[in-house]
């Protein structure tokens, strides 16, 4: 295969990730890569080794069009920019996939998340959707992976937590699977180079799925420190986390995936990080223990 992979958002972690595996796992020669940014200085390192290095502005349809002059197969990488006052994210998704089509891209893949349709608690899950939509409206085959929520993500929670020996949540008897980004990055990497010319939609999971509770039972185990769990309704969950220093909107971000976590849209458990990438996904509690000098402080 001499196709040429195009990756975006190639300064962030999940694209620098990518990026990595595509050279050491898949044995992607360097020449047949692009990365994009809006900082293309900020990867000085990959120009070294042979990859090719091209601005590209999601604000800027035109920019995103010269950006993927020349790629075959394109990773789109949902861009940071949430605002819930204005669809600014999904029309910068929606431009993405404008500028592949007119650039003549044959491949278009995309991280987006699990269950994103309509209904979702989830207050940004409208970009995913709407990004979806516009991908398979665009005639272009297409590879979306539904990401699941990172391993990383419990950053978030956990240390406070741990130090207060309090988690407050409003995730119920909800479950989740968290997944290393890192193995998400291999499986994603792994759809990039694999030539595939099916359009297919694959959710990314860990391999075993926890409620609150099973998770501060492990975090227990592994950091040796008791963490009590308390469910609260959303709305003073929320106002907790405003109490905490988050700004509302955040606030109600953070919330909204409790919510999501409470409804089952979540629990999902695949095999598909394997079944791409060749291997096994990291577990929690290898997780939690590689980490637990950071999370319990």
């Known amino acids: ?82 605002d819930l006052k204005s669809d600014r994210r999904l029309k910068q998704h929606q431009a993405a996939v404008a500028a592949a089509k007119a650039a003549g891209v044959s491949h278009l893949l995309y991280t987006s998340m699990p269950n994103p349709e309509p209904g979702s608690p989830v207050l940004f899950a409208g970009d995913h959707y709407g990004t979806e939509q516009a991908i398979k409206a665009s005639g272009i085959a297409y590879t979306i992976f539904r990401n699941g929520w990172y391993q990383e993500n419990l950053f978030l929670a956990l240390p406070h937590a741990i130090a207060s020996g309090k988690w407050y949540t409003s995730a119920g008897e909800g479950r989740i699977a968290h997944a290393a980004r890192d193995d998400m990055a291999a499986a994603i990497a792994a759809g990039l180079a694999s030539g595939s010319t099916d359009s297919r939609i694959h959710t990314l999971t860990g391999p075993q799925a926890y409620t609150t509770t099973e998770i501060a039972a492990l975090v227990s185990e592994v950091t040796g420190k008791p963490l009590e769990v308390i469910q609260l ?24 995936f409790d919510a999501n976590t409470r409804s089952g849209r979540i629990s999902m458990v695949t095999d598909a990080i394997e079944t791409l990438s060749g291997r096994k996904p990291k577990s929690l509690k290898q997780f939690l223990e590689a980490n637990k000098a950071a999370l319990a402080g």
């Open 1 to 82: 295969m001499s196709e040429t992979l195009l990756v975006t958002g190639a300064s962030g972690q999940l694209g620098r990730s990518v990026l990595r595996h595509l050279l050491d796992a898949q044995k992607i020669a360097p020449a047949r890569i692009i990365a994009t940014t809006r900082n293309p200085e900020s990867l000085a390192d990959l120009t070294a080794l042979g990859i090719t290095v091209r601005a590209a502005d999601f604000n800027d349809q035109a920019s995103l069009e010269e950006a993927f002059k020349g790629a075959d197969r394109v990773l789109i990488i949902s861009t940071g920019d949430l």
């Open 233 to 256: 309704p959303d709305e003073a969950l929320t106002e907790g986390v405003k109490a905490a220093g988050v700004p509302e909107e955040f606030a109600r971000v953070i919330v909204s």
